[in-house]
Nanobody
Framework: QVQLVESGGGLVQAGGSLRVSCAGSKRTVSDLHFGWFRQAPGKEREFVAAITASGGGTYYADFVKGRFTISRDGAKDTVYLQMNSLKPEDTAVYYC???????????????????WGQGTQVTVSS
């Protein structure tokens, strides 16, 4: 059973930084690929970034390239999303998601990820 727990959301001013984390609570998650998604009020959940189980491959949505960095720490069994130069339009609930495998590029659709965290709110004020 895979359970994911996010932490680290909060309120920040535009231009600021936040780091959100995702850890497994029931078993190791070191063998899983991870994605970060976000959902703003009234909008669909959208793909933000992904990282392979090894950490050797990272992928980003165009709207966060150069601002966000996804990483993972094997010793802490935790996946991170470092968010810099935040904009008000980045305001959303951020979710981590995990999947045992993918072929080629990471899936960007919600249905492809069987394991999800509960989400953490990120609010960027202008």
């Amino acid at each position: 059973q895979v359970q994911l727990v996010e932490s680290g959301g909060g309120l920040v001013q535009a231009g600021g930084s936040l780091r959100v984390s995702c850890a497994g609570s029931k078993r190791t998650v070191s063998d899983l690929h991870f994605g970060w998604f976000r959902q703003a009020p009234g909008k669909e959940r959208e793909f933000v970034a992904a990282i392979t189980a090894s950490g050797g491959g990272t992928y980003y949505a165009d709207f966060v390239k150069g601002r966000f960095t996804i990483s993972r720490d094997g010793a802490k069994d935790t996946v991170y999303l470092q968010m810099n130069s935040l904009k008000p339009e980045d305001t959303a609930v951020y979710y981590c998601a995990a999947v045992p495998f993918w072929y080629g590029s990471p899936p960007t659709n919600v249905a492809s990820y069987p394991y999800w965290g509960q989400g953490t709110q990120v609010t960027v004020s202008s």
